[in-house]
């Protein structure tokens, strides 16, 4: 008999359902008794006491479900680590919760954030088990994350979608990609879609490249061009910047963001109009593409033979094209990021995409 | 023997492809010999005289295909009338090119602002025929216009994305449907996704109504609350101004757009997260729908049956599920709204969507 | 207090519910008291008094999802005349489990089988209320039903995937669209995806023609012929064989549908390869697109208003743009079916479509 | 300056298109000269000299088109060897339609027939590079091929579509995936869908098995069952029989598909109704997915790489995350099948998917 409590935290993704399944499915049909705590919006849930008693219906029919039937919310790690308003101690708080359930073991599913504090609960004795969810994929120790590939998806058909318009008005059009860290998805949707121009915030751009490619475009007959923007795309000089400088005239710009900068400097130097389009949240939504219903299926898969072989402490990971399990305190405070010279920068080059450097 | 002339002026959308294939493979089937000449980028193309010589080969295969393979442009009516830089009068061109190349007709794809010029053109003596195009369906004379259910399955698509992330995190999320004058595309892709709120220009909003329906819905147990704006909602108080008034007062807003407005106004009263999204032009994008491609196959075809016939001076559209004619003099300048007694917003209320009204 | 039963009778379809969603949601922001009884799997459910209580949360987030909640079942108007292998009368039953739940109404969902027998019900002195539910789009006395448009936009994504693949190959492919008696689906998904050549049973085809119309497109240059085939397509000498003949040619047709018939009479004559695809049930399944949702949703909340006003005995449609009432009487035993005159057919012939007529 | 010719050979497949273009634009962009030959319809337009010359133009916007804009053709291999029926021996006429052109590499994109094919010009002293192209995944050498995860998600959306209708009938539902030698289409079709039984050629299967199967499920309560079966599966009996018996055995078997062999049968063990659906080749068929666009761009791209630097004799493929060139000897004549104990059956079986077995 096994006492395992779930929660999923951070921003949510496509295919958190679909892993949530495949560790209780397959829990359930090794034979072992099960009981399921489900933790309500993510940490806050473990923090608070707030949960549900799930039974195998509770996951029947959600494989192609957005969304997570948990409820999430993003808990930052120092936030963690302070007292809340009555002066609870949080740690202590979720420890006492884990403790008095009697769990033998807490699954979390989250992203570089959900991590730390993840890693934290280990640290303090806890058995964890974590799985990687996030749009991002930008998670240390894993070749892939689930919701990157649903992200992808959905970017592309949004590039997609523009891609008639700007063909029929022959303007300059921005789609800022979600990505604040890691250019990963930006790209990705860059090149499904034939963006003609990718800005990513681990290759800071120069917005004189970013014209000359616009105008190399025109000169080849172009009527128009696409650029896909990450939320997190930088300029060379701002790259120069310390964190604090930068984040300081964040805070104080003109603009909601980036993509908007980028593309009031284009109208300024080309007198062209540019039109800026924001998918937004969207990114994170609707029904899981195959690709991520399966991955996540499997790697759930393989976090309940761990647990019941009763093997703690690791994120259930993807490397070469194996499941794995990585210990937590590798993957606790990294992030993975696009190397500027990865394959994949080199190819898109070849293909003709400028990255504004 | 015909001599045509093609063009799509204002906003692209969805399926102007569609119907100008109708338009040519119906001529060309009836054994006719037809000349097609296509001109770039709307009225532009016809005031400079630039256009390509088509022929049925050019239509093959643009079925299914967004934009337009002619280009368009917006040129306002009043900048019709006025001489261009260089002091030509642009409808004088107009005439002009279209006597050069000896046309039997020109067919003219477009919504409001281009059956305007159209009227005008066919005023000043050219035969016109039109087809309603627009992502708005806010033409007079007609039930139905292309671009309209398309984009509805865009913006729906987007709130159901946003539909999964709202109910994970249990926040308000506000989606930005296009329509800066009716409300049409926005109230039935807030009936399609199962928006709680609808906001549209026809119905003006009372701020304290909508929160009031935000805290209706946490009462009855439900963690979120999704509102779709259109682009031209307006509040109460700001229906009350004057046209100019209101102008000047959109011009120094604070924010970008109606929607940051409300999502302000909604954080400032009940202290909750609201999120914006804005699809922007992908909802003018990418493949027609089955429905449109049907609709606008069948409207170009019995425009090229008028045609055949001789017959000018009229939009070709769609009232009581018939494809009839209207004389364009009855369409130019005229703004078909949603009523607000409309049944399509009784049954919205039965089903317990609040209008902030 | 309203007492109300509900039941979906024959094939599932798309937006089911969402139809019943309307129906109750009406009802309870009405402000009535309602109790909601959902009998199962169609009549079976009502003949042997199956059912579950429904309440508001059992409507909360099946806007968008496929099939129905109470299952359904076909039991053809014979056998619901018939006693059951118990001797039990199915009628007498019916009127039984309604009284005895002093019911004041039955909603009824289905199509043209389930409407015989809810008129019967009606005569019998029930209190019926039904909703216009197919795929075929053939029930009398509406101008469209829900579930169609869905059905539609699968059959057109089947047809514009094997577009790719017949333009690669050159081949002859033929596509089965569902409806063994009307061809409304297979013309529009025709319409829509651009089909060569379009079967329906309204028009016998002679298959003599289709070969013509295969061999122009080849001597115009046209690599590939794609067609659209109706489940209940039917020759020119079949279609004057009495009923009884016909049925006894279908019953021992070599083939095991008319598409496989047509496939092999084309490869006989033409030499030429055949591909047969049979999308099948999948044109059934899925999410209801937009269209659907939004349709299904205002009958249902004209339904909830109709039963609250006590008025009974009829069909809630669709007629010239407004929702009415159809009297049950009207919509019993009576098909729907495409006039080979009618416009559409006319427009898809000038589009270049042969119907093999 | 270079010389290269282009073909694509055998059923075709999702980002042919995106594969072509990745080559040619890379070469493009690396400032090369180069001329590009198309020769149509796979190799009977190298056998017969039947071309096209392409510019950059021909490579605009097809990154996103299903199909291949130089058409495909099946030649097995073993007619390559036989002289056509003129008594042209076809090997020395590919052979001297390359000199004649005196190309300096070609390209080919296909799957396992056309490698074997492409190897043996190899062996005959032309310079060859090829791209594994297979919504099959059976390419040996090559983790992946592109084709692959379009048909995926194809296969899977049809499957979805299908589970409303299962759980509203309550009916047993089969889905024949294509795949006549391996599973991996069926198997992650199976997987993303929920699939309750998926039969693949690597694993026989025991009708006795699956009824069982059917059997537990509905003990459980389920009402439906669906089953993933790929064109190819075999029983354990038949899996006994040498090959040549079992192609007679194909030759004569009563259905026309496995499918229905299993249907058949479990009609017979369990009296419930089968239904099948075929969806053929529309898997094939359509706009390649995001994940294929992205993999075929970035193989096109490494493949212009390699001509550029004169490295023939390889095929692009991808192995551990990392794009490399595998020798074409290697690659002809071999089969890359599932492993029946690779760790995804595993995770499949945990997560309560009988394979028959």
Redesign the interface.
């Known amino acids: 008999m096994k006492r395992i409590g779930l929660l999923?935290s951070g921003?949510?993704c496509q295919a958190?359902n679909a892993a949530m399944r495949?560790v209780v499915?397959?829990m359930?049909?090794?034979g072992e008794q099960i009981e399921v705590y489900g933790f309500l919006?993510g940490y806050q849930g473990l923090i608070y006491g707030n949960y549900r008693m799930l039974d195998p219906s509770d996951f029947s029919g959600i494989?192609?479900?957005?969304?997570?039937i948990l409820?999430?919310?993003r808990t930052p790690f120092k936030t963690i680590r302070e007292p809340d308003e009555k002066g609870l101690n949080k740690v202590e708080a979720m420890k006492h919760n884990y403790h008095k359930r009697n769990l033998d073991c807490l699954v979390i599913l989250g992203g570089n954030g959900t991590h730390k504090t993840a890693n934290l609960l280990r640290e303090e004795g806890l058995n964890i088990v974590t799985l990687p969810k996030t749009i991002d994929n930008d998670l240390w120790g894993t070749?892939m994350t689930f919701g990157f590939?649903s992200a992808?998806?959905?970017a592309?058909?949004?590039i997609?979608?523009?891609?008639?318009?700007a063909?029929?008005?022959?303007r300059v059009?921005i789609v800022e990609v979600m990505g604040h860290k890691v250019g990963f998805l930006t790209l990705?949707?860059g090149?499904?879609?034939?963006a003609d121009i990718i800005l990513i915030p681990e290759i800071p751009y120069d917005i004189d490249k970013v014209v000359e490619a616009i105008n190399r475009r025109k000169e080849r007959g172009a009527?128009f061009t696409i650029i896909a923007v990450a939320e997190g795309a930088i300029s060379k000089e701002d790259a120069k910047l310390s964190k604090k400088e930068y984040k300081k005239k964040l805070a104080n710009r003109e603009h909601?963001s980036v993509s908007y900068e980028v593309a009031s400097e284009i109208e300024k130097r080309t007198g062209q109009e540019v039109?800026?389009?924001?998918?937004?949240?969207?990114?994170?939504?609707?029904s899981p593409?195959?690709?991520d219903?399966?991955f996540a299926?499997?790697l759930g898969?393989?976090a309940?033979?761990l647990i019941l072989k009763g093997e703690y402490g690791f994120m259930v990971g993807y490397r070469?094209?194996?499941?794995v399990k990585v210990p937590l305190e590798e993957v606790a405070g990294k992030l993975k990021m696009l190397e500027p010279k990865a394959?994949?920068i080199k190819?898109a080059?070849?293909?003709?995409i400028s990255f504004g450097d």
């Open positions: 999923t921003g949510d958190l495949g499915k397959s359930y049909n090794s919006n494989l192609t479900r957005g969304g997570t409820g999430s919310s070749d590939q992808v998806d959905i592309t058909n949004v997609d979608a523009i891609h008639t318009t063909d029929s008005h022959g059009f990705n949707a090149l499904a879609s034939g009527s909601p039109r800026v389009t924001v998918p937004g949240h969207m990114q994170r939504g609707g593409c195959p690709y219903r399966v299926s499997r898969a393989e309940g033979k070469n094209r194996e499941i394959s994949i190819e080059k070849l293909l003709g």
